[in-house]
């Protein structure tokens, strides 16, 4: 990783009780699938709790709030979230 790259880490917690409409989660995937094609990105909901995580690359934490703010799913009131920069100490690449 570059000297200059910056990890970000977004934790997604459901802030009502109702589910999104199709269409809103539908336009939060296309963007998230928009903002991984741009850098690195890891992302997923958790099995056992209504939330998800990603992981991102930015250039500095305006950015990484700001692409945060843009996910319609934010926006639309039905997630709230945490946002970390995030600093890595121990990488493995094992592929197997």
């Not at 000297?3 to 459901?14: G, P």
């Not at 099995?47 to 950015?63: E, L, Q, V």
């Amino acid at each position: 990783m570059k000297e200059k790259d910056q990890l970000y880490v977004r934790i997604d917690n459901k802030s009502v009780a109702e589910k999104p409409s199709i269409d809103i989660f539908n336009k939060h995937l296309e963007y998230l699938k928009e903002i991984s094609l741009k850098s690195e990105f890891y992302g997923g909901g958790f099995f056992n709790n209504p939330g998800g995580m990603i992981i991102f690359k930015a250039s500095s934490i305006d950015r990484a709030k700001e692409i945060c703010d843009n996910d319609p799913i934010i926006k639309s009131g039905f997630y709230k979230y945490t946002l970390h920069h995030w600093e890595i100490v121990i990488c493995n690449n094992v592929s197997g």
